[in-house]
């Protein structure tokens, strides 16, 4: 359970500096974090570390769906990430971190 | 461990030396082979193939294997059974067991002249050379011997552009395969190919000119052919000569007398391939090779195989000509039947021989047309598959010739060249085998001559395989069909096609091949509007993504042309932005280490220069490589320089089902590596060669030769439909030598579509070849031109003037190079260290 109190939320940019079905980078106190925005307008946010190749390009990978999962599919390799849990889905026990993110008046605010 | 000698390298002694290496998992035996030849294996049954262009390299059947001793150009000059040893000129190779796998030699009548500069025979790949080599400069030849070697011999004769004469002995050509009415037919293609032919008739003597070559023929019935080289071709005998000295028993008609175990009189000693005589008899086809080696690799592993009888089935392709014959082919079992089927018009025959109560098929003959013959060969000894005529007639008439897959007995070889079942290749589909590729690789059925592979396919069909074409959970479709019905309704979007014809919001295979789709068919700047979130990184970025998450850079540098001022450029911008600098394979230079925020930056500098995308992140033509052709080279013959920067200008920017390659050479030195290309050309006194279905990389493979002496406007224009074709109905991540290997009819299919019409399309190709000359414009300028398209270069959305911390440089031989630092990759789950003793 997350205390809403005491989280921090940090503001990102506006709605719509995100493409429909691609994800954009930022820095958050020091961590990069990919956010996404899927088809139907929903926003994700996942560490943009990919953990196998060990680079900083999550947020440039392909978005799509695997079954009812919301996906995207690091751009090195192509294994694909569940977006809603950070779970690798090709690769069982690999994961990345999830983020919490809101829109308020129209930005994007992440929290950890 | 035990010594295992095999003598001779060849076809069978080959698969032999596989079939141990295979089973031998505890290392039983230690593996010496001494062979003749100075070459290792190669598939001596596509010998011909090599006047078709064919390398000896693509030819070669031999696997590099460590664990085996090689010895080329060593041939066993005797054996010391006493001391089992085997005796080379270099030394001796003691032996637990020796298997000979010596093949055969031609047999060369004794006729007078036999012996002089400019005869011939037929058997090695050393052979053809000198034959190639002799003919140079030379008009006319002769082939002695109208059998399946002779005639593949005349067609050689006639590629390399002599007037050719066959002169066979018995009545008809290929006594041996077909019957009477059979080589009548077939006797008509041969003379349609300007072959004269001589029946019924010997060769008395081989006349010299005054300087002692070759001159001509005399025959039997008085005539005389001049001739400027002979071939002989009158048969082959068993290579018994080693055997026979060492006291080994040989049959009545020569070859090493073996048991159907294949062990000769001598039991450490087996005999495998042509040069075996099992219960005496030899067998001249290379099925029955392998079975042998099966045989004697199984026993030698303690199994109990046995040979199981050869199947002395063939189907070939002579000058041209399906013809096949299969078992019973001339109807020596008492009491048959037979049903023929002749007809004029389509130049067809055929001959079916039944039992005596016309329920079992025995044999037949079939010349002209053999797609009936994969299921009535495999039907040999049960009831026939249908009815009689409607199996013979040619497929335009109701093509029931897959009718009879189902009633086939499971026993039935359904590929004879390596003695695979029906009830194998079903066995292997309910174990998953789910294509063609599968299929051959898990029972090896296919992996020769190919004839089997309708049924293959077939056979996946009858067992409910759905051969899945889907591209991916998203769509059912493969690509082609993707192509036709985004191409035939119109579609302009990915959200319209998936709606419409798929499920889900697809995933990184569907959505690149939909971009790539739809990029072909001209939708303009591939970057706009849903268009962008289809493409990979790469697309994404016009650029290419390395392992450090940088970009690299490569621009156009059409043919491999480039002028100092331009270098000079590249070199100012590499060293203004820190990039790592690197001559391609593809005659161009690459720029890598540029971060996302740098590359419009990059092309700002690149397109003020003068330069453009090249395309290198893309599914589309790279680079038209050139060698410096005509304007300076003193062998060159046309501008191939030129002819390069043209092409690559004509083609840029075309998005495919993979990257396209190509190179122009300038003469047949071939200097520009051409044949390892999509497509090559090579320059002739005349014009060009086309070549289509090359590529390096994993599997590398030489492009086939697909026209000759091409005007530049006939060459332009054959390319042009060949990369429509290809961009129409490849799969994805299919290249060109994939595309034209799966294809049903591969290279003669392509020439009919492209260089014939035969589907009526090409008038759709050419305007859509045209539409996309037109419609180019250069991508990296139409981006940096456009604000809203740059602001998507920027590593942090919430923080644009910081570049990627993560990336960092060290230094290399004086250029940057990513550090790895922390960054060092995880291993997937394998240990790093400890895992061997
Ligand atoms: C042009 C042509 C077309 C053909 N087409 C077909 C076809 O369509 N279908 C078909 O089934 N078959 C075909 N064949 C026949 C087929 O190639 C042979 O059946 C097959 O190659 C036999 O294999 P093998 O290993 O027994 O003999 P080979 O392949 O002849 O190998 C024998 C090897 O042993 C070597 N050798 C001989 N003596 C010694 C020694 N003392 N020491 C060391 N090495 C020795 C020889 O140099 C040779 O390299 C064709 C043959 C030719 C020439
Ligand atoms: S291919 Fe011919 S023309 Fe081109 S460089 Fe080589 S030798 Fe010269
Ligand atoms: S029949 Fe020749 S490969 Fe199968």
Redesign the pocket.
């Known amino acids: 359970m997350t205390d809403t109190l005491t989280q921090q939320w940090t503001m990102i940019c506006p709605y719509n500096r995100l493409e429909p079905e691609r994800g954009v980078a930022a820095l958050v106190g020091g961590e990069q974090v990919a956010i996404f925005r899927t088809f139907d307008g929903s926003l994700y946010a996942i560490g943009n570390r990919d953990p196998i190749a060990g680079a900083f390009v999550m947020s440039r990978g392909i978005v799509g769906t695997r079954g009812d999962a919301p996906t995207v599919a690091s751009p090195l390799h192509k294994q694909v990430y569940d977006l809603r849990t950070g779970e690798c889905l090709d690769e069982p026990g690999v994961s990345v971190p999830v983020y919490n993110v809101r829109l308020r008046d129209d930005m994007i605010e992440i929290s950890r | 461990m035990k010594n295992l000698v095999v003598?001779?390298?060849?076809?069978?002694?080959?698969?032999f030396v596989e079939a141990v290496r295979s089973r031998d998992t505890s290392g039983e035996w230690r593996i010496t082979v001494?062979?003749?030849?100075g070459r290792p294996?190669y598939?001596?049954?596509?010998?011909?193939a090599f006047f078709d262009g064919v390398s000896p390299e693509e030819l070669s059947l031999h696997t590099p294997d460590d664990e085996v001793d090689l010895r080329l150009g060593?041939?066993?000059?005797s054996l010391d059974r006493d001391r089992r040893v085997a005796v080379?000129g270099a030394g001796e190779y003691p032996y637990d067991a020796l298997v000979?796998?010596?093949?055969?030699?031609?047999f060369v009548p004794p006729i007078d002249g036999r012996d002089l500069s400019g005869v011939f025979v037929?058997?090695?790949l050393d052979d053809l050379e000198a034959i190639r080599e002799f003919a140079k400069g030379r008009r006319t030849g002769a082939v002695i011997g109208g059998g399946?070697?002779g005639l593949?011999?005349a067609n050689a004769l006639r590629l390399l552009g002599l007037s050719t004469h066959v002169i066979e002995f018995a009545p008809r050509l290929m006594p041996v395969q077909v019957d009477e009415a059979g080589g009548a037919m077939l006797r008509r293609y041969v003379e349609d190919l300007d072959v004269k032919v001589h029946t019924g008739t010997a060769t008395t003597a081989i006349r010299p000119r005054n300087d002692g070559e070759v001159h001509g023929l005399t025959l039997s019935n008085g005539e005389w052919i001049q001739a400027d080289i002979v071939v002989v071709?009158a048969g082959?005998r068993p290579?018994d000569?080693?055997a026979r000295a060492a006291g080994l028993a040989v049959g009545d008609r020569g070859g090493i007398l073996v048991d159907g175990t294949c062990q000769t009189s001598d039991d450490q000693i087996f005999a495998?391939?042509?040069?075996?005589a099992v219960d005496g008899l030899c067998?001249?086809?290379?099925?029955?090779?392998y079975a042998m080696a099966e045989v004697v690799a199984d026993r030698l592993l303690g199994g109990q195989a046995t040979f199981p009888g050869a199947d002395l089935s063939?189907?070939?392709k002579l000058l041209g000509v399906d013809v096949a014959s299969f078992g019973d082919a001339h109807g020596a079992t008492e009491g048959c039947l037979d049903v023929t089927f002749t007809d004029p018009a389509t130049r067809v025959y055929a001959k079916l021989v039944l039992s005596d109560d016309a329920q079992t098929l025995l044999g037949g003959v079939l010349v002209g047309d053999a797609t009936a013959y994969p299921t009535l060969r495999a039907s040999v000894g049960g009831p026939l598959p249908g009815p009689p005529l409607a199996l013979l007639a040619p497929e335009s008439e109701g093509g029931g010739t897959g009718a009879g897959i189902a009633a086939l007995p499971g026993s039935a070889q359904v590929c004879s060249?390596n003695a695979v079942t029906k009830d194998q290749i079903i066995g292997a589909i309910h174990e998953g085998c789910t294509d063609v590729g599968a299929i051959k690789s898990c029972t090896r059925a296919g992996t020769?001559?190919g004839s089997c592979v309708p049924m293959l396919k077939q056979l996946l069909a009858v067992s409910g395989v759905q051969m899945s074409k889907a591209l991916c959970e998203h769509f059912d479709h493969s690509r082609q069909e993707l192509f036709e019905i985004i191409r035939v309704r119109g579609i302009r979007t990915f959200s319209q096609l998936v709606v419409e014809h798929g499920r889900g919001r697809g995933c990184d295979i569907c959505k690149p091949a939909v971009a790539s789709i739809l990029a072909a068919l001209g939708s303009g700047y591939i970057l706009d509007g849903e268009q962008a979130a289809l493409q990979d990184t790469n697309d994404h970025f016009l650029a290419n993504i390395q392992k450090d998450g940088t970009y690299s850079v490569v621009p156009r540098i059409p043919g491999g042309e480039i002028t100092p001022e331009k270098l000079i450029v590249i070199g100012e911008v590499a060293r203004d932005f820190n990039l790592y600098t690197k001559i391609t394979g593809g005659q161009r230079i690459d720029l890598f280490g540029a971060r996302v925020e740098q590359l419009p930056q990059i092309w700002r500098r690149l397109v003020d220069a003068g330069f453009e995308s090249g395309h290198a992140y893309g599914k589309a033509l790279r680079t038209v490589k050139s060698c410096v052709g005509s304007t300076w080279c003193r062998y060159g013959v046309q501008d191939s320089v030129g002819l390069a920067v043209a092409l690559e200008l004509r083609y840029r920017g075309l998005r495919a089902p993979h990257k396209l390659k190509s190179a122009v050479s300038g003469c047949a030195r071939e200097c520009a590596e051409a044949r390892s290309k999509d497509f090559g050309i090579i320059a002739t006194d005349n014009g060009w060669n086309l070549y289509v279905g090359g590529n390096g990389g994993f599997r590398p493979r030489h492009a086939d030769l697909f026209a000759s002496d091409l005007s530049t406007e006939d060459l332009v224009r054959l390319i042009d439909r060949f990369l429509m074709f290809y961009i129409r109905t490849a799969d994805r991540l299919q290249r060109t030598a994939a595309w034209i290997e799966a294809m049903e009819g591969g290279l003669d299919h392509l020439r009919a579509v492209i260089v014939d019409d035969s589907l009526g399309v090409c008038d759709e190709l050419d305007a859509a070849m045209a539409q996309h000359v037109g419609a180019y414009e250069d991508e990296w300028r139409a981006t940096i031109e456009d604000p809203e398209r740059v602001r998507r270069f920027t590593s942090f959305v919430n923080a644009p003037d910081t570049p990627d911390p993560s990336i960092t440089f060290e230094v290399e031989r004086g250029q940057p190079v990513p550090a790895l630092g922390e960054r060092r990759p995880v291993a997937l789950g394998l240990p790093t260290m400890g895992a061997r003793q």
Do not use: F, H, W
């Open positions: 003598v001779g390298n060849g076809m069978v002694g080959q698969r001494l062979a003749e030849e294996a598939d001596r049954v596509r010998l011909s060593e041939p066993v000059v080379t000979l796998a010596t093949g055969s030699y031609p037929y058997r090695t399946l070697l593949e011999a071709a082959v290579r000569d080693v495998i391939g042509e040069c075996a067998y001249g086809l290379v099925a029955p090779g063939t189907k070939l060249c020769s001559c």
